[in-house]
C-alpha cells in the first residue's frame, strides 16, 4: 500500500469523524465519536500502526499528516462539545420547570446575612434627626396607668376611646395597653422638672403602641408611633409649623404635599391633623388611602393647658407643642407597601427585600 492510499484512507476517516460529531445532539454521543476516532483505540490513531508498511521516507511525512488530521479532529470536538453544552443551558431555560429567577443557594455552613427591620432603621434614622436637633429620646412604659393614657391627657371620663372596642384593658382596673405613646408627655414633663434641665424641653418617644381595632390594610392592634413635645416660654404654632416641615424633609427626603386640617384631640388646643399626598397612589386613591388620596400622617397641636400643668410646668407661663407621628405608616409610605399587616408579619420575604 502506497502513501496516496494511506492519505485517502485517512482524509476519508476524519470525514466521517467530522461528520459524526457535527451530528453528535449529547454528550455521550460526543464520547462514542471521539472514542472512535480519536480514542488509544480509535481509527485514526490505528492509523500509526500503518507507518510501518511505508518506506522510511514516506513516514516522517505520514506521520505529520496523521498529527494535522487528529487535531483538526480533536478541534471540532471541542466546539461540538461547546456546542452541545449550550444548547443544553438553552433548553433548561426554555424548560417551563426551571426557574431562573429562582434566588442561588447558599453553600452549606454559610448564613444567610440579616437586616434591621425597616421600622427599626425609620426609628434610629428619626431618633439621629431630632437628637441633632437638641431633642432628648425618653421611653415610656407599653402596660401604662388609665390616668397616663387619658386623665392627665384631658381626656373626659366619658370619652369613647376609653372605651374595650378602642382600648386594651388589663383585667387589673386602672391599667391598659398603652393607646398612644402620649402618656410620654405627662411623664417626660415631670421627669424634666425632676432632673431640674433648662426650658424649652425638647423630647421625642417612639415606641409601640396597641388598639383594640378591625385590622385591615392601613390598622393594625399594634403599631409604631412617635411622640414629640416641646414645652418652654414664647413656644407657638409658628415653631410647629417649622418642626413638622423639619421632620418630613428629613424623613422624606423632599418636600411632601401635605394638608393641615383642624383636628380634635383633648390634649392639644388646637389640634390638627397634617395629611400628606398618598405616595402609593399620588392622590388618585389606592386602598392604601381609602380611595381619599391622602393619608393621615401626624395628628398635631398647642399641649393644652391642662396637660401642661399636669406635667408640672405653668400654664399661664409655659406652652409647647406636640405630635404623635404614625411610624408603621411613614415606613409604608416610604417603601411603597401597600398593606400594613406586611410589617409585622414577619414574613423573611418582606423583611428580606430590605436588605
Ligand atoms: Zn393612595
Request: charged share 25%.
Amino acid at each position: 500500500m502506497d502513501i496516496v492510499a494511506i492519505q485517502a484512507e485517512l482524509n476519508a476517516l476524519e470525514a466521517d469523524c467530522l461528520r459524526e460529531l457535527e451530528a453528535a445532539t449529547d454528550a455521550a454521543q460526543l464520547d462514542a465519536v471521539e472514542r472512535k476516532y480519536l480514542g488509544k483505540q480509535g481509527s485514526i490513531k490505528a492509523m500509526l500502526s500503518r507507518l510501518g508498511q511505508l518506506p522510511k521516507e514516506q513516514r516522517a511525512e505520514l506521520g505529520k499528516l496523521l498529527n494535522q488530521s487528529s487535531a483538526r479532529a480533536e478541534a471540532a470536538a471541542a466546539a461540538a462539545r461547546d456546542r452541545v453544552k449550550k444548547g443544553a443551558l438553552a433548553a433548561a431555560l426554555e424548560d417551563k420547570g426551571f426557574d431562573v429567577t429562582l434566588p442561588g443557594r447558599l453553600p452549606a455552613g454559610v448564613l444567610r446575612p440579616g437586616s434591621l427591620h425597616p421600622l427599626t432603621r425609620v426609628r434610629r434614622e428619626l431618633e439621629d434627626l431630632f437628637t441633632s436637633m437638641g431633642y432628648a429620646v425618653l421611653d415610656g412604659p407599653e402596660v401604662e396607668l388609665e390616668h397616663y393614657n387619658f386623665d392627665d391627657l384631658n381626656t373626659p371620663p366619658d370619652h369613647p376611646a376609653r372605651e374595650s372596642q378602642d382600648t386594651f384593658w388589663t383585667t387589673t382596673p386602672g391599667i391598659c395597653l398603652r393607646s398612644h405613646t402620649s402618656p410620654v408627655q405627662v411623664r417626660g414633663m415631670r421627669w424634666w422638672r425632676k432632673q431640674g434641665f433648662e426650658l424649652p424641653m425638647r423630647a421625642i418617644a417612639p415606641g409601640r403602641v396597641f388598639r383594640n381595632e378591625t385590622v385591615d390594610a392601613s390598622h393594625e392592634h399594634t403599631f409604631h408611633q412617635l411622640e414629640g413635645i416641646v414645652v418652654g416660654e414664647g413656644i407657638s404654632i409658628a415653631h410647629l409649623l417649622h418642626s413638622m416641615k423639619t421632620l418630613l424633609r428629613g424623613v422624606f427626603g423632599r418636600e411632601l404635599t401635605v394638608r393641615l386640617r383642624p383636628g380634635f384631640f383633648p390634649f392639644v388646643e388646637p389640634g390638627f391633623e397634617l395629611d400628606a399626598q398618598c405616595l402609593h397612589c399620588g392622590g388618585k386613591g389606592c386602598a392604601f388611602c381609602k380611595h381619599s388620596g391622602w393619608v393621615e400622617l401626624l395628628p398635631c397641636g398647642l399641649v393644652h393647658p391642662h396637660v401642661i400643668a399636669a406635667g408640672g410646668f405653668d400654664p399661664g407661663k409655659h406652652t409647647g407643642f406636640a405630635f404623635g407621628l404614625g411610624l408603621s405608616r411613614l415606613v409604608c409610605l416610604r417603601h411603597g407597601i401597600d398593606d400594613v399587616r406586611h410589617l409585622l408579619s414577619g414574613d423573611v420575604r418582606v423583611l428580606g427585600s430590605f436588605v
